[in-house]
């Protein structure tokens, strides 16, 4: 009769070295594998982070009005700095429906206005616009007003409206029909530091926020710059003679990843991104 017989201890340990290697080569890939998933989805977030405040910024600050020369209430930029910048942003646009007949009342189609939210008692004000001489833009000028009241329905002769209620101006009075009212509030943009790190915070100054993050984490000290120009493109520390402004954003990574192929070392990662901005309703040179 046949014999059976077992492995012999050569033969056990051959098979076991042969499974450790392999085991080893499989954890191996699979470590590779997720620390490169891993630094994809840093790289990924840290890239989706950068490109949303190019986005944002630019967009918002887009909106801001300046008269070259002009006063600071020709102007929407109030504070200038080379990490943060206050203005005013615009939340809205409508036009009068009929001329006032009282200094503290504004009524706007309903039709014709178009904004990011409806206008907020307390946090809003309204700019109203100023004509001069009709042959030059000189002598325009917009009109804060703050608004303390706001009611939808049939305010305008023929349709609904809005009504807004604002502190007393006797220069509304008489406007002509179909005169621009821009809704805004006093925002701040600024790199701020929270929990140890850098990030780009907003805050509606109008509203008494306190600052929140907008993005982020960002490079400490250069993670959020600005630079300030004027209609010659020279730069310019006055708020009323900007033109434009150069927006400067540089993300990093907030998980330290491999920087190299396979087990290299592992630090954070950066993405930045430039953005100039003309502003609003800048004449031309």
């Known amino acids: 009769m046949p014999t059976s017989r077992g492995f012999t201890l050569v033969e056990i340990l051959v098979a076991l070295t042969v499974t450790l290697a392999v085991a080893a080569a499989i954890y191996g890939l699979v470590n590779t594998i997720q620390r490169m998933s891993l630094a994809q989805t840093e790289r990924a977030s840290l890239q989706a982070n950068v490109r949303s405040g190019g986005w ?34 615009m939340r809205g646009i409508g036009f009068l429906c009929q001329s006032p007949v009282t200094p503290s009342e504004l009524r706007v189609w309903l039709s014709t206005y178009s904004g990011f939210r409806d206008p907020a008692p307390g946090r809003d ?4 616009f100023l004509e001069g001489d009709s042959l030059t833009p000189a002598d325009d000028a917009w009109l804060p007003a703050a608004i303390t009241g706001v009611a939808v329905g049939n305010t305008c002769p023929a349709g609904s409206g809005i009504r807004l209620t604002t502190d007393d101006h006797a220069e509304i009075v008489g406007l002509a029909a179909n005169t621009p009212v821009r809704i805004y509030e006093i925002m701040e943009l600024r790199l701020y530091q929270s929990g ?24 400490d000290g250069t993670g959020f710059t600005l630079e300030y120009f004027d209609a010659a493109s020279s730069p310019t520390t006055d708020p009323t003679a900007i033109t434009s402004i150069t927006v400067g954003l540089r993300g990093i990574s907030e998980n330290a990843i491999a920087v190299g192929a396979g087990s290299g070392p592992r630090g954070q990662v950066q993405d930045s991104l430039v953005a100039r901005v003309s502003l609003r309703n800048v004449p031309a040179p």
């Open 56 to 89: 944002v910024v630019p967009g918002e600050l887009h909106e801001v009005t300046t008269l070259p020369g002009g006063t600071t209430a020709q102007n929407d930029v109030l504070v200038a700095q080379a990490t943060g910048i206050t203005y005013r942003a």
């Open 125 to 128: 004000s309204a700019l109203v």
């Open 196 to 219: 140890g790190r850098s990030w780009l915070g907003a805050r509606s100054l109008s509203a008494g926020e306190v600052i929140q993050p907008l993005l982020g984490p960002l490079v």
